[in-house]
């Protein structure tokens, strides 16, 4: 074993069928794939620690940090394994769960069924209360409507209860004493409330996500406890954190208390990722593309910085439309996210067209090429068949493929439904889901104001670059870059995260009439809860603030976000909100309207440690056409047939090195694929940046 190394971390991203582990010794990265163990995740988490630490030659006792991301959340709230939850809201209010928004999602079908509620309605209670929109008691909180409610959830037997009242985001009394009485009565329960939760306005998107908590709290919490202890009993005994949706780092306490705040920790993991990389190459406008094995996730990443939202939706029950979801009303990430990663199922709908996904085979039993149990032919599958893959070298030789399992897959499920052999229905397999994923990204960057054919792909994860040049065709993107460790990338963007944490609250201001001085303690009770999350992890420096404002004109429905500088409000301060507004407005909307008053309706403080400096990596100069190590037939979708490709292994390309498409250059957690048009470049740190020939 070698001494202890100065910096030894590690970050693990559980995925719906890879559990990814990367290991950082002072810059030096080694990483791996171990298939996710549904039953105890922490065992993939355990085996891959393991292995890392064998690569490096360094003893478990000498890693330093583990930060590790999850979608169990998110797999929880998708398949509906919860804990058994009762819901306590205020009297009036029991169904607002099922009323949702009254949204159509889909304005034309007929038959249109709006997805289930979180908690069934048996489980849904109701006490005597009332506040209003400005925190001011309106109706007493009944005890005897408290108490019965108590008793009810001692005879359902629920493991956890969600408590959300109206207005509770502008004062959280009422819950906390409903909270205080279940847990004299029943000590054992797990118990969340939606004033500290989500203390948002629009009871809809509150009340779910406080629901969603409750939800997946017990597990989350027994999950992370056995995942600490496992840990230490093979000699990790460094400290564990966890990556949350908004892209920062908070501890596994916080993290138990607070598990709805995982639900899309993996794919955050990965614009941060991209993010870092976007800064090492001064890249202003990039489209982060992740491409796992049962999603794909795109995100906007403008100034080196992954777009952010205050609230999304999981779980969308509609071909993915916007609506047909549940709202969870947290600080995260933006980005689209689809059924579309090498594990999604293809199959031949009612109007015999080809369909991918949502379903996804995943680790267990994975495609029908893993050998594994699985009979529907997958995204891997169609890969495979198409000479995308190797079968006798993929995630580096520990998973043989079986291209006649692949084959026999699709013929079974596709071709003999509408009359095509395994390679024509590969094909079709292949180009739905590219089609799927470039219209998402189109949608997502049109919804934006921005123009897709401008940006630059980064892309990674175990399917990305397979699929990323097909995309950019498609797109209209002429420049994508592959960089080192792209198969583990959320991985290792773990590693990147900044220690952070971002407090939301509602509260509304009018402008006409601006009270500074509440507004200042706001704030300052903001800032004191989002430091107190930080400066724990700080090794060194002070941490950075960043204010925003998320502001309408009285009357309008949906606000915009306005940054707002690290200052203390004077009387002259309405002005200054005013005009930022306005200028944001403009952007947003192409003017500004005249004559209404503004109002300040919800307010962001997020702090976070500072993140270090990144080394520009110079340009650097093409070099030789690089000579094949051996070739073999590639399917190319432009051109409607198979070609010859070079195989490239990308440890023995050097910087300046110049691979012409069509080529697949491979490596142990992925392989990237060049189309006959383009020709990639290896630049300085490794990365391989693609651009049309």
């Known amino acids: 074993m070698s001494s202890t190394p100065r910096n030894c971390r590690v970050g693990v991203d559980i995925g719906g069928t890879f559990t990814d582990i990367a290991l950082d010794i002072d810059g030096t990265l080694h990483s791996t794939k ?16 393991k292995t890392v630490a064998d690569m490096a030659g360094i003893a478990l006792s000498e890693i330093g940090i583990l930060i590790h991301g999850t979608t169990l959340a998110t797999n929880a709230l998708i398949e509906r394994r919860g804990a058994k939850t009762a819901f306590v809201t205020t009297e009036g209010f029991r169904d607002v769960l099922e009323m949702r928004t009254e949204n159509r999602f889909e304005q034309y079908d007929l038959n249109i069924s709006l997805p289930p509620a979180l908690i069934a309605r048996a489980d849904r209670f109701v006490v005597r209360e009332r506040i209003d929109a400005a925190g001011k008691v309106l109706l007493a909180l009944d005890e005897a409507s408290v108490a019965a409610v108590v008793e009810k959830v001692v005879a359902g037997g629920y493991e956890s209860v969600a408590v959300g009242f109206i207005h509770a985001y502008a004062n959280g009394a009422h819950e906390v004493a409903v909270r205080d009485a279940i847990l004299k009565r029943l000590p054992d329960v797990s118990v969340s409330i939606s004033s500290e939760v989500s203390p948002q306005m629009r009871e809809f998107e509150r009340f779910n996500t ?27 005994g460094c400290p564990v954190f966890m990556i949350h949706s908004g892209g920062g780092i908070v501890s596994v306490e916080s993290a138990s208390e607070f598990p709805v705040r995982l639900v899309e920790s993996g794919p955050a993991g990965g614009a941060i990722f991209a993010a870092d990389i976007a800064r090492q190459y001064g890249l202003d406008t990039v489209l982060s593309f992740d491409m796992g094995g049962t999603t794909a996730k795109i995100c906007l990443i403008e100034n080196q910085v992954p777009k952010t939202a205050k609230t999304f939706e999981v ?17 995260v990430v933006e980005m689209v996210e689809i059924g579309a990663g090498g594990g999604s199922i293809a199959s031949v709908d009612a109007m015999r067209q080809i369909r991918v996904g949502p379903h996804s085979a995943a680790s267990e039993p994975g495609p029908a090429c893993y050998q594994r149990g699985g009979k529907n032919p997958t995204v891997t599958d169609a890969d495979l068949i198409l000479g995308k893959l190797d079968p006798a070298n993929f995630a580096g030789g520990a998973i043989p493929l079986s291209v006649e399992a692949s084959r026999q897959a699709m013929s079974d499920d596709i071709g003999s439904v509408i009359g095509l052999d395994p390679e024509a229905s590969a094909y079709g397999t292949c180009e739905m889901v590219d089609e799927n994923m470039a219209n998402a990204g189109r949608v997502h960057t049109v919804e934006n104001g921005k123009n897709i054919s401008d940006f630059t792909m980064i892309t990674f994860g175990g399917a990305g670059p397979l699929h990323a040049a097909r995309l950019c065709e498609k797109m209209g993107i002429s420049t994508f870059l592959v960089p080192p460790g792209a198969g583990v990338g959320s991985a290792i963007g773990f590693l990147k995260a900044p220690f952070g944490y971002e407090s939301v609250r509602s509260a509304v201001f009018n402008l006409s009439n601006f009270e500074y001085a509440k507004a200042n303690r706001l704030l300052e009770a903001m800032k004191a809860e989002a430091l107190g999350f930080v400066e724990g992890g700080l090794d060194a420096g002070s941490p950075v603030v960043e204010r925003t404002l998320f502001v309408r004109y009285a009357g309008q429905g949906w606000d915009i976000p306005v940054p707002l500088a690290d200052d203390n409000f004077d009387a002259a301060s309405a002005e200054t909100i005013a005009a930022s507004f306005e200028k944001e407005y403009e952007r947003f909307f192409g003017r ?5 008053d503004i109002e300040i309706v919800s307010w962001s403080v997020k702090a976070s440690s500072p993140l270090p400096p990144v080394e520009r990596i110079p340009s650097v100069a093409e070099g030789n056409v690089v000579q094949p190590g051996g070739t ?10 198979y070609l ?46 693609a651009t049309r020939v």
């Open 644 to 689: 010859e490709a070079g195989i490239h292994e990308r440890t023995g390309l050097k910087p300046g090195d110049v691979i012409k498409g069509p080529a697949v250059i491979v490596e142990r957690e992925t392989s990237a694929v060049l189309t006959s048009s383009f020709k990639a470049i290896v630049q300085h740190d490794g990365s391989l940046l």
């Open 315 to 331: 779980a969308r029950t509609y071909r993915f439309r916007k609506g047909s979801g549940m709202p969870i009303s947290i600080p």
């Open 632 to 641: 073999r037939r590639l399917f190319e979708a432009s051109q409607g047939a």
């Open 592 to 596: 500004a309207i005249e004559g209404l």
């Open 210 to 236: 406080v629901c969603a908590n409750a939800y997946v709290k017990p597990a989350i919490k027994s999950y992370l406890d056995r995942l600490v202890v496992s840990l230490k009993e093979i000699g990790v």
């Open 34 to 49: 171990i298939l996710t163990d549904y039953t105890a995740p922490e065992r993939a988490i355990l085996k891959g620690v």
